[in-house]
């Protein structure tokens, strides 16, 4: 949070969205971007980083691990590979702020060095289930100290050696899969993770892109440990999780008609157009290409009548973090929308059941929480206030649906925007919605 208070976004109610625009990088695969450069032998030049403070705080931590980086200039790295072995000891925490992804997947990379490192960040991420992790990479023979909870900060203490093991993961998690696999370049063996549903594949792809070989037989990833990676150029497309917001919001306000420019549609995350279209929206995906081993289109999206659904198991992994714009979108549907199986929804930056059920509530919409997903009534939305609790995706979703509300919407607590998607309010502002920012206290 900002010295001079906290930021607050007041949206006017009703206007739609149109124009072009390019939404900043993936975050997923920033992180993986700065982690897989770091390690590898030479130099890697990234296009299209997210320069979001959750992908910052990775590139600050591979700094305070001596790794040189050049950059951010405009999504600009150019990053100096220390080598596998070539991190240095930090000369303090590594503070991740908000930042999941750092944490989890950083856990797994130094489980393998051979010095002492601490993980911590802010009062969300400190809150948040580790043990998912901690479990498995201690069976890999990793020494973590936790809280008593299990929680962070994580202490890892360089250990002599790490061995491979065969995880059947408890919960559809890329992070947990992406912090085995990446501890699992360290270790001694194979090292295998199999998961119950498809999940984002971003770091498989990418260490097939540094040219390190990684094997998948159904839901089954291995690697084998010790190789090296090679670096490689990487063009970081635009992230679908932020262009979710804009897919929304075009479909819900009338005589909207955007495209979206240059969006990552790989199949582990097309989630939430898989969701919008069942549900009557006008998504068109155009000149679909290959960007560096992931997928991207143009998306162009225009105004559409939604209804309610039921929506389909398989595509709660694939649509994870839209969940809160697509809660937005069943308010808008004609009908009931009901969403089970998504209990991951409660341990994210917020519990994002109970945080987006108490927001629509507060603007009028019937929505009723349980205890694994939500059942949303469609109909009219009030204005209001909205606490976002600090929540990036909370604070955004709620913007997006003064596009459709009666009276303006004021959210609190929007500072954490910044994790994922700087810049948002000028180009939400720009394509349409009637948004300012300020600060109080
Ligand atoms: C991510 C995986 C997902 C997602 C998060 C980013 C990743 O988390 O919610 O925003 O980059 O691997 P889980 O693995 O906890 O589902």
Same mark, same amino acid.
């Given at each position: 949070m900002s010295a001079s208070g906290r930021l607050l976004f007041s949206i006017d109610a009703g206007g739609c969205l149109s124009g072009r625009l390019r939404v900043p990088g993936d975050k997923s695969i920033s992180h993986r971007a700065v982690m897989l450069g770091a390690l590898a032998s030479g130099i890697t030049r990234v296009s299209?980083? $997210?320069?979001?403070?959750?992908?910052?705080?990775?590139?600050?931590?591979?700094?305070?691990?001596?790794?040189?980086?050049?950059?951010?200039d405009n999504g600009r790295l150019r990053i100096q590979g220390a080598g596998m072995h070539g991190l240095r000891a930090p000369d303090r925490p590594l503070d991740l702020?908000? %930042?999941? /992804? !750092?944490?989890?997947?950083?856990?797994?990379?130094? !489980?393998?060095?051979?010095?002492?490192?601490?993980?911590?960040g802010d009062s969300s991420l400190l809150s948040r289930p580790m043990r998912r992790i901690t479990e498995p990479l201690t069976r890999m023979g990793a020494c973590i100290e936790t809280g008593s909870d299990g929680t962070a900060p994580l202490r890892i203490v360089g250990c002599e050696r790490l061995i491979g093991i065969d995880y059947l993961l408890p919960m559809a998690s890329a992070q947990v899969k992406s912090c085995l696999l990446l501890a699992g370049l360290y270790a001694e063996g194979e090292t295998c993770v199999s998961e119950p549903a498809p999940t984002r594949d971003h770091t498989e792809?990418?260490?097939?892109?540094?040219?390190?070989?990684?094997?998948?037989?159904?839901?089954?990833? &291995?690697? /084998? =440990?010790?190789?090296?990676?090679?670096?490689?150029?990487?063009?970081?497309?635009?992230?679908? !999780? !932020?262009?979710?917001?804009?897919?929304?919001?075009?479909?819900?306000?009338? @005589?909207?008609? $955007? $495209? $979206?420019? +240059?969006? =990552?549609?790989?199949?582990?995350?097309?989630?939430?157009?898989?969701?919008?279209?069942?549900? =009557?929206?006008?998504?068109?995906v155009l000149n679909a290409r290959d960007a560096g081993g992931e997928q991207v289109a143009d998306l162009r999206v225009r105004s559409a009548k939604l209804r309610g659904v039921r929506i389909p198991h398989d595509q709660v992994p694939l649509a994870i973090d839209e969940f809160p714009v697509l809660?937005?979108?069943?308010? &808008?549907?004609?009908?009931?929308?009901v969403l089970t199986g998504a209990e991951e929804l409660r341990v994210k930056e917020s519990d994002r059941i109970q945080v987006m059920a108490d927001g629509l509530l507060a603007l009028g919409v019937d929505a009723r929480p349980t205890a694994d997903g939500m059942i949303i009534r469609g109909g009219?939305? @009030?204005?209001?206030?909205?606490? %976002? +609790?600090?929540? +990036?995706?909370i604070a955004m979703a709620f913007a997006i649906a003064a596009l459709r509300a009666a009276n303006p919407i004021v959210i609190e607590d929007c500072d954490n925007v910044n994790t994922s998607f700087p810049g948002f309010v000028n180009l939400a502002a720009a394509a349409g919605l009637a948004i300012r920012d300020y600060r109080v206290g």
């Open positions: 299209g980083f $997210l320069e979001g403070e959750d992908s910052l705080a990775t590139l600050r931590a591979f700094r305070l691990m001596g790794v040189d980086i050049e950059g951010p702020g908000n %930042s999941g /992804t !750092s944490m989890r997947l950083l856990a797994g990379l130094m !489980s393998g060095q051979n010095f002492t490192v601490t993980l911590t792809r990418m260490l097939g892109g540094f040219g390190y070989p990684v094997r998948r037989d159904g839901n089954r990833i &291995c690697l /084998t =440990g010790r190789g090296v990676l090679t670096a490689t150029d990487l063009d970081i497309p635009a992230d679908i !999780s !932020s262009a979710a917001f804009f897919l929304v919001g075009a479909t819900i306000a009338e @005589k909207s008609d $955007l $495209l $979206l420019e +240059h969006v =990552g549609i790989n199949p582990t995350r097309n989630g939430v157009i898989n969701i919008l279209r069942l549900m =009557g929206a006008d998504i068109e809660f937005i979108a069943a308010a &808008c549907a004609e009908g009931e929308t009219p939305i @009030k204005g209001g206030r909205i606490r %976002s +609790h600090g929540d +990036h995706r």
